[in-house]
């Protein structure tokens, strides 16, 4: 037996903000718009996007909504034409089954394998290599769970790049992930430091649930620490604004690795950063790129 309805609602940009309120007002348990041709090739790029408004919406609209399974559909469909003034609405119903939803969430998230050297592996799971570097991480509101490209490269890069002497800063930490990855490496010191308050309270809960000393700090805070490496995987336009401050805490022949890069963005990070760094040749995954090198010597 169905234990919600879920009500799919075709609607124009002209109404569709005004359906979504009024199925909340009616009862609706949660009510969302989406492009009505996402992931198809007539996809409209909005949000996000430069250069266009925020308050823009598509053309062609799906609102979905949540009702507990006794409510009376018709009756919704027929308080929103008195609302909308329409005389037609389009929509479909679709039953959602009660089940474990815990389960379900959890079946979403396998271990990751980096090069089958280190494993992130989520806290319901068992290691599939018990004898690699296994980083325990669930998914929180932290960026960083390993499933990224980005992250991917990072931790690709630390892997080779780590020795046991070094002392290393993971600039925009996020949930921890590439601070615990470089202690569990070998790194000698690790600092983490981000400028969200629950990314630092998920770097910490992150790092003592994997049994390592590292210390988060927030980034607007003053930090003298000089590291041998410097890893940020953050976007470019806070790397382009942040660079005088990274290159700041690698210390002359460190190495730095950079990511959150599209292909198109490299051009400009390597002018800025070239100033302080030698640069290697960018590494591209699924369209994203890490960027490295070495800071060059105090002339």
């Known amino acids: 037996m169905a234990a919600w309805i ?40 909005l949000f996000g ?36 003034g329409l005389s037609h609405i389009d929509y479909t119903l679709e039953s959602v089954e009660e089940q474990n939803w815990v389960a379900l969430t959890q079946s979403q998230f396998e271990p990751i394998s980096i090069l089958d050297k280190l494993w992130i592996v989520p806290s319901w799971h068992t290691s599939p290599n018990p004898n690699a570097i296994n980083i325990v991480l669930d998914p929180g509101l ?26 290393v800063l ?31 309270i998920s770097s910490t809960h992150n790092a003592k649930e994997n049994h390592v000393d590292i210390n988060f700090y927030n980034s607007e805070s003053s930090l003298n620490f000089e590291a041998d490496i410097v890893v940020a995987n953050i976007l470019s336009s806070a790397l382009s604004v942040l660079a005088p401050i990274i290159a700041k805490a690698c210390k002359p022949q460190g190495k730095i690795a950079l990511s959150g890069i599209l292909k198109e963005q490299v051009e400009m990070l390597t002018k800025i950063y070239s100033v302080w760094f030698n640069l290697n040749k960018p590494i591209e995954r699924e369209g994203w790129i890490l960027m490295s090198g070495k800071k060059k010597s105090i002339s």
């Open 49 to 84: 996007e430069p250069n266009i408004p925020s308050n823009t919406i598509w053309q062609h609209n799906t609102i979905e909504s949540l009702f507990n399974d006794s409510v009376s559909i018709d009756t919704i469909i027929d308080e929103l034409k008195t609302v909308t």
């Open 170 to 200: 993971d600039y925009g930490c996020g949930s921890g992930i590439l601070s615990i990855a470089a202690k569990k490496c070998g790194a000698k010191e690790v600092v983490g430091v981000d400028i969200d308050p629950q990314a630092i």
């Open 6 to 45: 879920n009500l799919k609602i075709r609607a124009s940009a002209e109404h569709a903000h005004i359906i979504s309120d009024a199925l909340i007002e009616l009862g609706a348990l949660s009510s969302s718009i989406e492009d009505s041709y996402l992931n198809s090739e007539n996809e409209e790029a």
């Open 142 to 167: 932290a960026f960083g769970t390993g499933s990224h490209p980005t992250t991917h490269l990072c931790l690709e890069w630390l892997i080779k790049e780590v020795s046991i002497n070094d002392r």
